[in-house]
């Protein structure tokens, strides 16, 4: 991996080039306890996005993956964490990139949008729904479940897989718990009206977590949305109706 300095965090990220074809850049940014190899290589986004020209690069954000671990909230605020995206693109001197994220990393995406519109194509919101505006993201209670003494200790269905996912992954939990509490934030409506990049919303029709990805394309002006048919929150990022669907968004967006 490669690393660069985010106003003073350790930032780990990749960068693939494609074999041959046109090489626009896309930015991908992973979901909360994940990492880019879980998130985007495990599930062959690389290798789909490469195979259609794509240069990709994607990051571990902070607290994940082998990026820097930070154990105080205010340092996961949203606004925060799309900084560390942008300052990638300020590193490798790219002016403007496609950017994907999921879960977690839709909302730091569509926080980008708002923030530094000028450094996108386009924004692709994969697993984020109108919980985007309405609800504040996953439950605190998944913070809780990773201070846990251990994955015995809890009942609660959806704490219970956080936990069992962040020991999957090898993650720090104490940063995690921090990460929970800090990226807290919504969007207004009045804010996701004025996303003006085009947009693609990504969600699983048996995905719980997101909320109705119509409902939330339909706030947004130049927005569309793509259901993945009977997926969940977790199965439907590698889906291959997502990818799909991304693909044909990436050849038609200008």
């Known amino acids: 991996m490669l690393f660069f300095n985010s106003n003073g965090v350790r930032i780990a990220y990749v960068d693939a080039p494609p074999e041959e074809g046109h090489g626009d850049p896309i930015l991908l940014i992973h979901g909360f306890a994940s990492n880019y190899a879980v998130n985007w290589l495990n599930t062959l986004w690389f290798k789909t ?11 571990d954000n902070r607290g994940h993956g082998e990026s820097e671990k930070l154990y105080d909230p205010k340092d996961y605020e949203s606004f925060i964490m799309a900084e560390d995206a ?15 994220g999921y879960s977690m990393g839709a909302r730091i995406t569509a926080h980008l949008a708002i923030a530094a519109p000028e450094r996108m194509r386009s924004a692709l919101l994969g697993g984020l729904g109108i919980h985007l ?3 504040v993201g996953l439950p605190l209670g998944i913070a809780d479940a ?18 069992a996912f962040a020991e999957q992954t090898k993650s720090d939990l104490r940063a ?11 969007l207004t409506r009045e804010q996701v009206a004025a996303i003006d990049v ?12 997101a909320g109705s990805g119509p409902e939330l394309a339909r ?8 259901d993945i048919p009977g997926r969940d929150h977790n199965l439907a990022v590698g889906d291959r109706v997502h990818k799909q669907g991304v693909l044909e968004f990436l050849a038609t967006r200008p």
């Open 49 to 59: 996005l490469n195979k259609a020209g794509f240069r990709v690069i994607a990051l």
């Open 86 to 100: 942008r300052r990638l693109l300020d590193h490798l001197n790219i002016e403007k990139a496609d950017v994907m």
């Open 133 to 135: 505006v309405e609800g």
């Open 146 to 163: 990773m201070e846990a003494p251990s994955l015995d200790d809890l009942t609660d269905p959806m704490q219970r897989m956080f936990r």
């Open 176 to 186: 995690l718990a921090a990460c929970i509490r800090g990226s807290r934030q919504v």
């Open 198 to 209: 085009p947009t693609l919303v990504s969600v699983g029709t048996a995905d719980h977590v």
């Open 219 to 226: 706030l947004i002006p130049n927005a569309r949305a793509l």
